[in-house]
């Protein structure tokens, strides 16, 4: 198996790191982000390994683009709650109990 370095590719759909390398096995190449090692889709050819990395790499962010519009709708219909309030935050509160000796 070998390798090459490619530095023009869209940004990792789960990193955001822009480094990456194409894997050439004996029937098949794929691209492998240097960052998180996320792969891409086995191809035929290094150009198709590419061009499926780069298709995934915007359908994935995309994806995760609309999911956090969504996201932010959903929690907009609760309106104007206040701050949640942890046991460590109120007066008198220890995470833990203390033990009477």
Do not use: Y
């Not at 940004?11 to 096995?25: A, D, N």
């Not at 790499?57 to 999911?67: A, D, G, N, P």
Request: positive net charge.
């Amino acid at each position: 198996m070998s390798t090459t370095t490619v530095t023009q590719l869209e940004p990792c759909p789960f990193c955001g790191g822009t480094q990456g390398s194409v894997h050439h096995q004996v029937f098949s190449h794929r691209v492998i982000c240097k960052t998180c090692n996320a792969c891409g889709p086995r191809c035929r050819t290094q150009e198709q390994a590419l061009l499926q990395w780069e298709h995934q790499s915007r359908e994935l962010r995309l994806e995760k683009t609309i999911e956090n519009r969504l996201l932010l709708e959903h929690l907009s219909n609760f309106g104007d709650l206040p701050p949640p309030v942890f046991p460590a935050q109120r007066e008198n509160s220890l995470p833990f109990r203390r033990l009477n000796s």
